[in-house]
Structures are given as structure tokens and as C-alpha cells.
């Protein structure tokens, strides 16, 4: 397995040689290839300061744009990419801050079947 590690103000950021099988996806209202979500499960004893990981998480996305949603009753935020290629991007690594590791899933959208 390949990887590289770089380390940038507190964050460690870790590109793996994933193969597509093994990235997460989840349902979401209004999903897209463009849109990244991220799990505040590993911080909710933290309470807001899950809010404020996310708000210094999108300050170290470096050379990337995108938006930042927050959704207070899921407790999840998302990041909404302006190209499919940032959003793979950001999905082939994963990121520790704080010896805690932010778990990145890609959504998609509700299809009528």
C-alpha cells in the first residue's frame, strides 16, 4: 500500500491507495458527486466544538473550493465542491487533528425507482 503524510498546522493529512470498493456513501437530501459530508459522532462529547473542528478543517483545505453547509439537525457538515475532481480529492485522503480521525463519506441523491 502507498501513501504519503504531510503535516500542516496541527492537521495530518494522509493520501492512501484506495480503491473505489472501499469509499463510504450515504443517502443524503440533495447529494452529489460534488458533495463531501464528514461524521461529528467522534466529537460529540466535545458538543460545539465539533462545529469549530469543522470551521478550522475547511480553513486547511488548502487549494481547494468549495462551500460549507452545516446541518445542526443531523449533526453533520458538508462540504460542496465547484468540481467533481476537488471532491475526489478530498476523499482519497483522511485527516487526524488531534489524535482524532475525520471520516469522509461522498453523497448521493434519493431516485425514484
Known amino acids: ?6 503535516k500542516r498546522g496541527g492537521f495530518h493529512y494522509t493520501s492512501l491507495g484506495r480503491n473505489p470498493t472501499t469509499k463510504i456513501k450515504m443517502l443524503c437530501y440533495m447529494g452529489s458527486d460534488k458533495k463531501i459530508g464528514m461524521s461529528w459522532a467522534r466529537f460529540k462529547d466535545e458538543g460545539r ?3 469549530e473542528v469543522s470551521k478550522i478543517l475547511s480553513k486547511h483545505i488548502l487549494d ?3 462551500n460549507n453547509q452545516e446541518d445542526f439537525k443531523v449533526r453533520k457538515p458538508y462540504f460542496v465542491f465547484h468540481s467533481i ?3 475526489q480529492q478530498l476523499m482519497e485522503k483522511y ?3 488531534e489524535g482524532k480521525r475525520f471520516i469522509f463519506y461522498q453523497t ?6
Open 95 to 97: 485527516i487526524i487533528y
Open 64 to 66: 481547494l473550493y468549495f
Open 85 to 87: 475532481s476537488d471532491a
Open 1 to 6: 500500500m502507498q501513501y504519503g503524510t504531510e
Open 49 to 51: 466544538g465539533a462545529f
Open 108 to 113: 448521493f441523491r434519493y431516485k425514484k425507482i
